[in-house]
């Protein structure tokens, strides 16, 4: 094995540790509302608001400030395993393409060779 197929598949695995050791995520994205009320135009407020896609369709949900802070941490580990999930495939990718280049060489090392000719360019006889 190669050192750089070494160095890839080591930084494969960190990625692996790295996504195993978020505990806990949210899809989406959190926004902080606030509300105008009445004609005293009053701001009233923060509202937080949980708010994504999944399975094609959009969601939202409220939060309770008291819960906003974890509520973001969660977001922005959502967001830090996707970056992982991204780096895990690319690295999957070159791993399998230099897999790929020396199983090609391998097939070319494999392949019958020339007989040896002599300097009149026959066969040598056996």
């Known amino acids: 094995m190669s050192a750089s197929l070494d160095s890839l598949l080591q930084q494969?695995?960190?990625v692996l540790k790295d996504m195993q050791a978020i505990d806990s995520l949210r899809r989406g994205s959190l926004s902080k509302q606030f509300f105008k009320s009445g004609s005293g135009q009053s701001?009233?407020?923060?509202?937080?608001?949980?708010?994504g896609f999944f399975h094609g369709?959009?969601?939202?949900?409220?939060?309770?400030?008291?819960?906003?802070p974890v509520?973001?941490?969660?977001?922005?580990n959502y967001r830090q395993f996707q970056h992982l999930a991204?780096?895990?495939v690319t690295l999957s990718?070159?791993?399998?393409?230099?897999?790929?280049?020396?199983?090609d060489s391998k097939k070319k090392d494999?392949?019958?060779?020339?007989?040896p000719t002599s300097s009149t360019g026959k066969p040598k006889p056996s």
């Open 110 to 115: 494999s392949s019958p060779r020339k007989p």
């Open 86 to 88: 991204e780096e895990y």
């Open 12 to 14: 494969r695995d960190l």
């Open 43 to 51: 701001a009233q407020g923060p509202y937080f608001v949980l708010q």
């Open 57 to 68: 369709k959009k969601f939202n949900e409220r939060i309770p400030a008291s819960q906003a």
């Open 93 to 103: 990718d070159q791993i399998t393409r230099m897999g790929s280049r020396s199983a």
């Open 71 to 76: 509520v973001q941490q969660q977001v922005d």
